[in-house]
Every structure is written in structure tokens, then in C-alpha cells.
């Protein structure tokens, strides 16, 4: 089955989802970061060894060369380390001379430390996390646009959402080869649909459609769990020049 028409198929089913299934039961907010009661009742997300994936932004709408349709490239390990690398986009404001001619956009998180670096001018800041929960988070969804109950739906931790939230299948699907199930969840008129591989568990496709129309659609070129150990992916480049970031203020 083309893929084209499994993602017609899997926005269907995530669209009608609303209407289909009982509105699911609020859960606690998850906000960016958690409070320290918020990430008690929902933990983190903690992959126990390195992850790694290569996801693109598929959203209907959103043109090809679109800097945020390009291939992204993720790692992440327990709560503490995450990696993401976009591709290089080059500038559009040729007429400015002194406009970057293109950027690359680093981000290292080892908690508490942060770096952000453009890997095309090779300069980067450093900040701490002022705290006071040091975890790193990496939602799939955007914050405002979907309901704060898909926010634990992580980069990394996709299985683990779909087993406390959309445990049963709706249906099973060819995708890429491989036989993957299709789970959904619905808060409201928002519902997220995920397509996982049903011998790895590992994720294809994720979905958000709202009011009967896609708002977000995700899809994962590559995904490896159970990555051997790299210390060196959440540290900066050696040849990057490095700027610290003044502390944050007080808060009131």
C-alpha cells in the first residue's frame, strides 16, 4: 500500500476518533519545564539507553522547502541528554551583505547545561538551566496548539505515551514493509494518531488533527533504539567558539 494512501487513511481515523471514542479523562498539565508536582504525576520522559531518529514535518500545507520540512536529526538519553540537529538553510537575504549565507542550528542539552550553536558560523552560547526540575523535554506536538494532555507524547518515548494513553489498536496497516498498529487519543476535538511498528514498537507516523483537519503530521525516516554509549553527541564541538549566557534574573 502506497504511503500516500496509508496517511489518508491514518488522518481519517485520527478525524473521526472524537466522534468514535469517549472524550478521554483530563490529565495533569505538562508545562515547559513541569512543576515538580506536574512531573511527579506524569514522569518524564527516560530512555533507558541512547535513541536516535531522523523526522521530518509532512504537515499538509507547509511547502518542501520549507526550513521546518527539512530532515531533523534527534538523540536522546533518560532525562538529562538530548541532541538535535537541522539541516543547513541558506539565507534569503542575498541583497544583505551582511546576512549569514546560511546556518545550522545545534542544540545540546546535558542538564543543567544548554548550548545552541549555528554549525555554519561555528559559534555557540552556553546557559544553566535555572531549575528547579533539571529535565529535558521534547514534546512532538506544539504547546498551545495541541491539548497539554499530548505534550507527554515525546521524542523518544512515543511507545511509552501509546501504552498509558491508546493501549488498544484500531487497526493494523502495511507501512514500509512491516506490519504497524494504529493507535489514537482523544481529548476534546483533538485527537493524535500514532503508527507503530507492531514487533519493535518503534514509531512511523505521528498525527494531530483538529476539528476534523491535520494540524501537525510527523514522519520518521529512521529510528534506532538501544544505541551503544556517545558522551561526545551532548558535549559542543571542540572548534565551535563558545559564548556564556548571562545568568538568568531573580524570580519573582
Known sequence: M????????????AATAAQAQPQAPASPLIAAPPTPEAAAAVPPCRPKSLVSMTVRNVTPGLQASDPRAQPKRLWR??????????????SQALQDPNAPMARQALVIVAEPDVWMIDMASREGRHSLDPGPVLEVRAPILSPGVAPPEFMSLEYGCEAEF???????AQRTVRWGGVDAALHTYTVGTSSVAILLNSRTGEPHIVIQVRDGRPVTMIIYDEYRQDQPDQSELFRPPADVKITEAPPPGPRF
Open 2 to 13: 502506497a504511503r500516500s494512501k496509508i496517511l489518508a487513511i491514518v488522518t481519517a481515523l
Open 77 to 90: 538519553k533518560s532525562e538529562k541528554f538530548l541532541r538535535s540537529l537541522e539541516q543547513p538553510v541558506v
Open 162 to 168: 501509546v501504552k498509558v494513553r491508546a493501549p488498544l
